[in-house]
């Protein structure tokens, strides 16, 4: 009314009167400010709240004894509640009921009541309502009285930190894990230069290396300067390939680290293809130097004769291929020559094993002094050694000529007595020549005629030589009609398996091995090496192993019929040829099928020929058959070192150890270091290892002390027919009497 009063234009009040009004209208005015100035209050307090009640951040209000009073829809929602009102309601006691460990409430309260705040708080606590495990910081202050300074209460923020947890512990076992592996984990990033961008490299570096991680990383090449100088070209190959096809990378190198070690690493990593063109590869190094170190071992007591350090046999047989294919290539025949020492036997005899070496060594030297470096000079054994030429002019004619001349230059050479002290000895020998060039020769067929020729010449009177003449090969014709016969027999099924038993370690029969036999109806039982080789020769290899495992699994299906044999395993001989076939795999798994078998106590054998072979082709096709529990072994291990060396490439389940190392293990020095480190290999590969040729007790206590895993040989049984080993392996007394030896011997 006073507004409307004092506003009628015109009006005037005495002057007493006017300065109660204005006192009057200040009043008023004061009012209407003290009214705006609520409302204005009303509406920060309710932008306030609803500021809190919408943080991410949990925000809460509790008294001093630990009461919830207040709780915003963060801390609702992080504690598993739709409601304020239902999680106040639940809440009874927060230390029992919040903290995963209680004594964290009396922490947090203890520093609260200490300073007055606690900042950054983090514990592990229940999400209330499920009772899941999460983790969280808090933050909080004391709220005091405005003018008395009595506490009121408390408030505070929460935040939920699980991830942030989780991922730092995962970045601690990531550190832990990297520190302490024996390789090192890398994430690098090449362009079409080849230039290297390093986004990360784990501590394994430094030890791998020997200097610190960022001396490494401040190159361009990473390890371009430690790789040894030799094999650059291949490591910087290995990068373009995997490049250019997107394949995984798998390389071996040899580095030289900062202090001047030379070591082995292998470099496996996986490809990425970025949006700019650049490749980032993902990887791992390893220090692979002990087993390349073991490979280098093994391949010097596989492939060289321990005592003059020539090649041996094993060797000879691929230097022979590799010299056939260069004269086929270059059109220039080659020469095989085998010597046999004249009257070594009766040196050896007369004065000892130590002079018969020391003669032996004379020999090598002597004939590696004949021929070039690029020439092979093999030890075949005992007192015999063959060299290969290759390149000896432009045809046959012109080759023998080249090779009767450097005959007759090692015969001169080995004539030359032989002195130890007072020991003179007149040196001499007898060599067979054949000469080879374009068109294909088997390795064995030309040993076979340098040694019909050598004998040629030791019936010649000795100390000479003789060139092989096509004429002493009349032979032929027998092989041909023996070929007629293998082809009749093969149809008719008249072959046989035989079976040679495994035994245990605790001298228990295991199982056997199916071995192929001919009962010749003329010549009577024919050697398996003569009518395999005829298979091969004639293209018979495919219906051969088709025989054998078709034989093999139903006699398999017979034992497990029988509770008495059902736990005995077979193990047959399949050719890689056979095995790379495309109906292989789908013929097998319907023999399983239709015989319904046990596949694990099946083990197929295969030779180290295996590793000349298509390797993916082959890993696929074992892991095929492997998924229905079909075992793999690879027999006459040890005699090629791409064996050795590609072993992991492929699923193996065991090795046979080659039946050659284990019948000179009591004699030869180098053998019975090569088995050693076999069986340890295999057991370190975790395979099981089969030696067989097991001929007397010393070699069985040699091979069980060293963990050989199965036995077979002439020890125990020769192979023999199914009735006759199946008596065998139900003998009580046949096991026992293999077990009390091999204790006997342990």
């Given amino acids: 009314m006073l507004e409307n009063f004092s506003a009628i234009e015109g009006f005037m009040l005495p002057a007493a009167t006017a300065g109660a009004a204005a006192c009057l209208a200040g009043l008023t005015a004061a009012v209407i400010h003290y009214r705006g100035r609520c409302r204005q209050w009303r509406d920060e307090h309710r932008n306030l709240s609803s500021l809190v009640e919408n943080l991410s951040e949990g925000i809460y209000r509790s008294s001093l004894d630990g009461r919830q009073l207040s709780a915003n829809r963060a801390l609702v929602k992080l504690n598993g509640y739709e409601t304020e009102a239902e999680l106040l309601a639940a809440v009874k006691n927060i230390a029992s009921e919040w903290y995963v460990d209680p004594k964290r409430r009396d922490e947090f309260r203890e520093i609260l009541q200490r300073d007055g705040y606690v900042e950054d708080f983090v514990s592990e606590i229940y999400r209330h309502k499920t009772r899941e495990r999460i983790w969280i910081t808090e ?73 610190p991680i960022e001396e490494i990383t401040a190159g361009r090449q990473l390890f371009a300067r430690f790789v040894n100088p030799d094999d650059r070209k291949a490591y910087f190959g290995a990068f373009r390939t995997s490049y250019d096809t997107m394949e995984p990378l798998d390389h071996e190198f040899r580095i030289t680290t900062a202090t001047g070690k030379e070591k082995w690493l292998r470099m496996s990593a996986k490809p990425e293809r970025l949006n700019d063109g650049q490749v980032s590869w993902h990887g791992y190094v390893s220090d692979i130097s002990l087993r390349k170190r073991q490979a280098l071992e093994i391949e010097e007591l596989a492939f060289y004769d321990p005592l003059t350090k020539l090649p041996n046999r094993r060797l000879l047989a691929e230097r022979i291929a590799r010299s056939a294919k260069t004269c086929r290539r270059t059109r220039k025949p080659g020469a095989l020559f085998f010597i046999d020492l004249d009257n070594f036997k009766s040196l050896n005899d007369t004065q000892g094993h130590d002079i018969g070496d020391d003669y032996l060594v004379e020999i090598s030297s002597r004939l590696r002094q004949c021929v070039r470096e690029t020439d092979t000079v093999a030890r075949m054994g005992g007192d015999e050694f063959v060299v290969i030429l290759d390149g000896l002019g432009d045809s046959e004619a012109a080759a023998a000529s080249q090779a ?19 020991l003179r000895h007149s040196s001499s020998a007898s060599m067979g020549v054949v000469v080879f060039g374009e068109h294909d020769t088997a390795g ?16 010649a009177g000795r100390d000479g030589l003789a060139l092989f003449d096509e004429r002493w090969m009349n032979g032929e014709q027998e092989r041909f009609t023996l070929l007629e016969d293998f082809r009749r027999a093969l149809e008719e099924k008249t072959l046989e398996l035989q079976f040679q038993p495994q035994i245990d370690r605790e001298g228990r ?3 056997a091995e199916g071995l192929l036999r001919w009962r010749h109806p003329r010549l009577g039982m024919v050697p398996p090496d003569r009518f395999i080789a005829l298979a091969e020769q004639a293209g018979l290899t495919h219906q051969l192993c088709r ?33 790379s076939g495309p109906q292989f795999v789908s013929f097998l798994e319907n023999l399983l099928e239709e015989h319904a078998i046990e596949a694990s106590r099946l083990t197929i054998e295969f030779t180290e020929h295996v590793m000349a ?64 480190t076999i069986l340890a290999m295999a057991n370190t590969l975790g395979l099981d290892a089969v030696a067989e040729h097991v001929e007397t007790r010393s070699q069985e206590a040699f091979l069980y002390a060293f ?18 080993f199946l008596e065998f392996a139900r003998a009580p007394e046949t096991a026992a009497s293999v077990d009390d030896a091999l204790r006997a011997q342990a």
């Fill in 707 to 724: 963990g050989c895993d199965l036995f077979q040989g002439y020890l125990y049984a020769a192979a023999m027919p199914e009735t006759a």
């Fill in 139 to 211: 933050s909080a202050r004391i709220v005091h009285h405005r003018r008395t300074g009595r506490p009121l209460y408390y408030e505070g923020s929460v935040r939920e930190i699980t991830e942030t947890v989780t991922r730092l512990r995962l970045e601690e076992q990531f550190q832990k894990l990297t520190s302490n592996l024996p390789g090192g984990l890398f994430q690098i990033v090449r362009g079409r230069s080849f230039d290297i961008t390093v986004n990360y490299l784990s501590d394994g570096f430094e030890n791998l290396l020997e200097v």
């Fill in 613 to 676: 072979t298509d390797q993916t082709l082959v890993a696929n096709r074992m892991n095929a058959l492997k998924s229905s529990g079909l075992r793999f072994s690879l027999d006459d291990f040890g005699i090629g070192y791409s064996s050795l060396a590609r072993l992991k490439s492929l699923p193996f389940d065991e090795v046979k150890i080659d039946g050659s190392f284990v019948r000179d293990i009591e004699n030869s020095d180098g053998d019975r270091a090569l088995v050693r």
């Fill in 444 to 459: 064995d067929d030309l040993l076979k005629r340098a040694d019909i020729a050598m004998y040629q010449a030791k019936g």
């Fill in 547 to 579: 025989f054998v495992l078709a034989s093999g699994v139903k006699t398999l299906a017979g034992w497990q019929q029988n509770p008495e044999t059902a736990g005995l395993g077979l193990s047959l001989n399949v050719s890689v040829q056979s095995f």
């Fill in 509 to 511: 029969v295991a199982g």
């Fill in 404 to 422: 009767i001349i450097a005959g007759n230059k090692m015969l001169s050479a080995l004539r030359r007595p032989f002195e130890r002290g007072e």
